[in-house]
């Protein structure tokens, strides 16, 4: 895993968003470099939702914050409706990126705390100009409306009288106000409570199916990803493992970190069993990454090639991609969807 | 499945028929704990009862605000200043009563007989002293022993809870661990002593999955093998589902649902744990679908008007929820399965309740019913 490579990449007109070969690097705080991101490539087709999932440190909030050039990437390109934008600067990147809006984990810190909801959400419509005051409050009060606030009495509020959910709510009509081409979703759930969540979800999928809306959506829950997702990338130390389709991917794996994260996810259910850890010890630092494969340090099966060389992404069945020497392509029977519990592969447990 | 390669509680339904000698460890009866704040009297924890069994663990699982965190820390007898625990409510200990204990006296019951994981393991790691200290500290103080002996003990608590060279990692300090190696040094900490209970307040959530997974099988496999009861608080429904013996749902400030895990999970009665896992987005469900949300949010429990709690957000939810609060109370037909619902899910109540709900449109808490919403 922990590959390199743009096999995965679709030579497609419908093509919204690409990021190729992208690099995020930086100066840690003893100065020392850090490799966040290592050449990953992401596209997504208009209407679709990419799913990037992936542990912390995996440098998926580091893809987003180098497509939406907040900074911009140490070396990639960003393609956005066909236009290169990671050497656009000030007003030209400015009105580049109206297409590309945001969605943040913390909803309320999100929001400024001293402006009421109507102005939050109108503020980018009045950036942007060209429209007059009663179309601005117009458009705000049927995204209000839209996003499931109360049209008459949230607008005169400020954030701190709103829950999580709400100013969720608020953070997302203040997006889709501007009609972007790419909503960016960095954990939009993870703060909120499972009631909640599932309200949120709902809402995005609404939004997507309502205007072909492209996302490219972040979490580290992957049955959260895999609900909102038509296409699901998977993230490990800074590299791509895996790409395939949302309803695949966790059911017939074929890369082994994705497998792991597969088998730990707790079911709410006493019947499926619960098995010994997937995967053992810890992520290792994205300061001194290991050689070859990056995941072959906590790899149930690992061999000597995967320290040597670095694996490329390749298409080992139709709409799937791998970084893997050894991919379990052949090892799962396709009569059992219950991947998650085949005995093999489950070599080296800590507990 | 194949049995041999899980660590599941197998024995689970054993557990329920009692076959074991079931020795209570501790009994919470009606828990009450509220806090004075600004805007008004909290009730945090209005009225609990639990037990829990010796070698069992309990799972609590609630959303933010239902009151699970509270009623670890009053066990633990932590709580801020401004938490008031009223007059009634008893905790026993082991048959000790710990409203009649007196901390300051009684050292070695807190954190030897009863210890706690938090979510944070900073909060019971200090940054200015290596990990091999605090467990040896710990040790001296508790178990008296001498400095050479505490440090041998220590490094073998390291090991059991799986750290790797745990003689070398004896001098690390906090910072130099990751979180789930920090999350394995507060359980070293935790289970120094051998405690008759621990409770874990949410260990896992800020652990990535897979760490997650390494953390909770380690906590089941110490805990069976020392037969220690557990207490697993948790808003996931899916980190008790594997392991816990029994589940309390919690729903502000009260028990809404307890039942043994299967039992629960198989016939849900109170409409809030319906709601809540069929909320909960599944690795099994087809990508695209549309979950069934709960409409409105968690109360803020200040000053509660008459009623069951969840009733504005209940689909089932009739007149009589609006005016009198249920109680829980346990079938005839499955006496270990408490509900505090007046029209629990499964009967001919409840079921009556919901189809009255689905005709009219609407519950008589005014909430929108649509068939499509309700299980």
């Known amino acids: 895993m922990a590959g390199s490579g743009t096999a995965h990449l679709r030579e497609d007109a419908d093509v919204v968003l690409r990021a190729k070969n992208l690099y995020v690097e930086y100066e840690g705080r003893g100065g020392e470099r850090v490799f966040a991101v290592s050449d990953v490539s992401i596209d997504a087709l208009r209407g679709e939702t990419v799913g990037l999932v992936g542990e912390s440190g995996c440098g998926k909030s580091s893809v987003a914050r180098a497509i939406m050039q907040l900074p911009p990437p140490t070396s990639g390109t960003v393609e956005l409706a066909g236009e290169r934008i990671e050497r656009l600067r000030g007003s030209a990147l400015r009105k580049k990126r109206r297409q590309l809006q945001m969605i943040f984990q913390d909803p309320i810190s999100s929001l400024n705390p001293s402006h009421r909801v109507k102005d939050i959400i109108a503020e980018g419509l009045r950036i942007q100009g060209g429209l007059s005051n009663d179309e601005v409050s117009a458009r705000t009060s049927a995204m209000i409306e839209r996003v499931g606030l109360d049209p008459r009495r949230a607008p005169q509020r400020r954030p701190h009288e709103f829950s999580g959910g709400q100013c969720q709510r608020i953070s997302i009509a203040r997006a889709m106000v501007l009609d972007p081409e790419v909503l960016i979703c960095d954990e939009p759930v993870s703060a909120l409570d499972v009631s909640v969540q599932a309200q949120i979800l709902n809402l995005l999928r609404e939004m997507k199916e309502r205007y072909q809306l492209t996302m490219l959506f972040i979490a580290h829950d992957l049955a959260v990803v895999k609900n909102l997702s038509d296409r699901i990338v998977v993230m490990y130390l800074g590299k791509i493992c895996e790409v395939g389709s949302s309803d695949e991917l966790f059911e017939r794996p074929t890369h082994p970190y994705t497998r792991a994260l597969a088998q730990s996810i707790p079911e709410p259910d006493p019947d499926v069993p619960v098995g010994p850890a997937a995967l053992t010890g810890d992520l290792p630092s994205p300061i001194d990454p290991p050689s070859g494969c990056r995941f072959r340090t906590r790899c149930p099966i690992a061999q000597d090639r995967c320290a040597a060389e670095e694996p490329a992404i390749r298409e080992v069945s139709p709409g799937r991609y791998t970084a893997c020497h050894f991919p379990l392509v052949e090892s799962e029977s396709p009569e059992s969807p219950e991947s998650r519990e085949s005995p093999e592969l489950r070599a080296g447990e800590t507990v | ?375």
Not at chain 2, 13 to 37: A, I, K, P, S, Y
Not at chain 2, 89 to 106: H, M, Q, T
Not at chain 2, 159 to 170: L, N, S, T
């Open chain 2, 1 to 375: 499945m194949t049995m041999q390669t899980t660590v599941g509680r197998g024995s689970n339904e054993g557990n329920q028929v009692g076959e074991r000698m079931t020795r209570e460890v501790l009994q919470v009866d009606n828990l009450r704990v509220w806090f004075h704040t600004p805007a008004g009297l909290v009730r945090a924890v209005d009225g609990v009862d639990l037990r829990v069994n010796q070698g069992e663990t309990l799972g609590i699982v609630g959303e933010s605000g239902s009151g699970k965190s509270v009623m670890a820390r009053a066990i633990m007898k932590i709580l801020p200043p401004n938490a008031e625990v009223l007059e009634g409510s008893r905790i026993v200990l082991d048959g000790r009563d710990l409203a009649r204990v007196n901390p300051k006296k009684e050292k070695h019951l807190w954190g030897v007989d009863l210890a706690m994981v938090f979510q944070d393991p900073m909060t019971s790691l200090t940054p200015v002293m290596t990990v091999g200290r605090q467990l040896s500290e710990t040790l001296r103080y508790h178990k008296k022993l001498g400095r050479v002996a505490a440090r041998a003990e220590a490094v073998d608590l390291l090991r059991r809870v799986g750290i790797p060279e745990p003689a070398k990692r004896y001098n690390y300090y906090p910072h130099n661990l990751s979180g789930g190696m920090r999350q394995r040094v507060t359980i070293a900490l935790a289970i120094s002593c051998s405690p008759k209970l621990l409770i874990a307040d949410e260990p896992t959530t800020a652990l990535d999955v897979t760490v997650q997974h390494q953390i909770l099988n380690l906590l089941q496999s110490l805990q069976e093998s020392a037969s220690m009861s557990m207490i697993l608080v948790t808003h996931d429904l899916g980190v008790v589902a594997g392991r816990a013996d029994h589940i309390a749902v919690m729903y502000a400030g009260r028990v809404v649902e307890r039942a043994p895990t299967r039992q629960l999970f198989a016939h849900m009665r109170h409409p809030y744990t319906r709601a809540l896992i069929d909320a909960i987005p599944r690795v099994g469900m087809p990508s695209q679908a549309r979950l069934a949300s709960i409409p409105g949010r968690p109360p803020v429990i200040i000053d509660p008007p008459p009623g069951c709690s969840f009733a504005p957000r209940c689909p089932s939810a009739q007149e009589r929820c609006l005016k009198e609060t249920p109680k829980l109370e346990s079938g005839t037909d499955s006496p270990g399965h408490g509900t505090a619902c007046f029209f629990p899910l499964g009967t001919a109540a409840g079921d009556e309740a919901r189809r009255r709900n689905v005709e009219a449109g609407t519950t008589a808490a005014g909430a929108p019913v649509s068939p499509a919403t309700v299980v």
